[in-house]
């Protein structure tokens, strides 16, 4: 397998050694110990037979798409570009429209189409608006025959999942750019794609996309090109703006003096924040970022003021959730936190609980639900509980590290580039593996497409109420273990939990 060449001459993002550091020292001269907790850019890189780094996806996987992209532009077609909602799928989708109009399709051939509240692109009222879209006439479905016209559809940062075809590939070429949890199998029927989800450390989309994007022309290569600074502000969108940026990774130094570090983060916190609005306003988010020449644009522009509104109805949102106190399993290795908001605030919750929750010693992850969200589905987020993987390698500690294959329900099967670390907490894995023990033994299938989606580190769903208070009653959330029998404490424990976030925090970031 062929590896991407990442050399001084080809890469716009100048790539800096690693330096050498001198050991840190206390008062008394003795050195400090490191942190044992590794950077994101320091995950064990794929590489291929020649010992080259596979990085940001596979090196053919990534022809292909260059491939399609020129043939789109040189083409003039009726072309759709479907980003995801977030500042991360946004700044991919503006990336990859900049490059597109820089290779000369004309702008008017672009239609953008952005996701409704609570829909994916995988369902059939999508599939019929975007067939509208690429289709020539008014009608809204395709003619199916061959067409001398083909049409180009391009999505961005949807995540994958095996469904049919999101629009008839006699007459529409469709693209996934994406870096979520993906291996072959689960893409659309006659979708194309290209991932960077099995070349760690996993690049975001935008930074993918930017990757692919800026050797197609000489001028995008150009780290003052705002395709540039767009791949930034995805990337902290996702990944978080005090990202260290390390090999493989480019070095976004040439950017940060074009586009300030200070904007780019400012921008990143408006873009994210209309999606999390009850409205869902994503159109003023990507208004506010396609036109934008650089962040300050985002930061200072038409479309700001409504960003800065959608922040503080978020902020507010999320300091009145944070009274919303978590409840353990009968293990502790799970913490629940139900809340009630028409806001998309549960995935911020559960961060900032899986942040503070230090003296769980055996928490593994936090869920927080949301029943409010959407009519008859709990919309529910998970993340890792901070130390949990620490603890889990130290219990590894002298092992050789095992790595596993993740079973056949969707996460990595066959091939080694889907094996997950068993030092490490797989989200994914533990979903999937919680669906299974419910005693019907047919949870799993009935909780559907969108349960246990996104990322190892990062997951969550969107189920229908009943099944996930299935899922959530093999927790046994709030019972106590039997006591021992030797143990000298026989005083009950009580269940009220009184940790609340605002003890943590004194106001809403």
Known sequence: ???????????????????????????????????????????????????????????????????????????NATTV????????????????????????????????????????????????????????????????QESPNLRYLFVLDHGSARSPALAPPSTTRTLIIDHHSAVDDTFPEHAEWVTAFDCPPVATSALLTYEICKTLRSDLSSPSHRIAWLAVTGTHGDLGTSLKWRDPFPDPTPIFEKASRSAINEAVSLLNAPRRTGTYDVKSAWESILPAELPQDVVSGPKSTRLKEARQEVNA????????????????????????SKCQVHPVIATRWAGTLKSAKKLKYVICANPAYLPGKVNFSCRIAKGANERLAKAH??????????????????????????????????????????????????????FARGHPQASGGIVPEEQFEELISVLRIGEKPAKDASSKNSSPQKSAQKNKLTGYFGKAS
């Open 397 to 450: 500690e002298g092992n050789a590290v095992v790595e596993r294959h993740t079973d056949d329900e969707g996460d990595g099967a066959d091939g080694e580039e889907s094996k997950v670390s068993d030092v490490e907490v797989n989200i994914i894995s533990e979903l999937k593996a919680l669906a299974k023990q419910h005693p019907s033994g047919t949870l799993l299938a009935r909780l559907g497409d969108e």
């Open 81 to 144: 570009i479907c980003p995801d909602k977030d500042a991360d799928g946004l700044s991919a989708g503006a990336i990859l429209h900049h490059t597109l109009t820089t290779l000369g399709l004309d702008s008017s051939k672009i239609h953008v189409h952005l996701l409704p509240k609570g829909e994916t692109i995988h369902y059939d009222s999508q599939r019929a608006q975007l067939a509208a879209l690429l289709s020539d006439s008014s009608s809204d479905e395709f003619q199916e």
């Open 317 to 340: 949102e999320v300091a009145r959730c944070q009274a919303y106190a978590p409840k353990f399993s009968y293990d502790s290795t799970v913490a629940l936190v139900r809340i009630e």
């Open 1 to 75: 397998m062929a590896s991407i060449k990442r050399s001084a001459d080809s890469a716009s993002l100048s790539q800096s050694p690693a330096s050498a550091k001198k050991p840190k020292t206390g008062s008394r001269g003795k050195p400090k110990a490191e942190p044992s907790s590794k950077e994101y850019c320091d995950s064990a890189t794929r590489r291929n037979e020649s010992g080259q780094v596979v990085w940001p996806a596979r090196q053919d996987q990534i022809e292909n798409v260059q491939k399609i992209i020129r043939e789109c532009a040189a083409s």
